[in-house]
């Protein structure tokens, strides 16, 4: 059984910052790439930034230069520095990793249950 718990959400005024934290646990083999989705109201999830086994990030461009993806493998966890926030900033935030079970061949995606990010203007 793999779990992804994330933590870090709440309200928040314009121009304000938040850290979002997600940490993957359970029968982990393989831990590949990782990555944060938002979902507003009435909206589809989107990819917000992404972050390799080896490091490297991407953003999507409405974020970049205000929010920061960094990961910790010795723990098994991702996190989202998310600074000079707006209200268009506003969405439940997940987290996805891939991973690969010790008793696969193949890596599957897992997702955590979703946190709320709130930004007041």
């Known amino acids: 059984q793999v779990q992804l718990v994330e933590s870090g959400g709440g309200l928040v005024q314009a121009g304000g910052s938040l850290r979002l934290s997600c940490a993957a646990s359970g029968n982990i083999g393989t831990l590949n790439d990782m990555g944060w989705y938002r979902q507003a109201p009435g909206k589809q999830r989107d990819s917000v930034a992404s972050?390799?086994?080896?490091?490297?990030?991407n953003y999507v461009d409405s974020v970049r230069g205000r929010f920061t993806i960094s990961r910790d493998n010795a723990k098994n966890t991702v996190y989202l520095q998310m600074n000079s926030l707006k209200p268009e900033d506003t969405a439940v935030y997940y987290c996805?990793?891939?991973?690969?079970?010790?008793?696969?061949?193949?890596?599957?995606?897992?997702w955590g249950q979703g946190t709320q990010v709130t930004v007041s203007s």
């Open positions: 996805k990793a891939r991973i690969r079970r010790p008793t696969s061949v193949t890596f599957r995606e897992y």
């Open positions: 972050i390799t086994s080896g490091g490297s990030t």
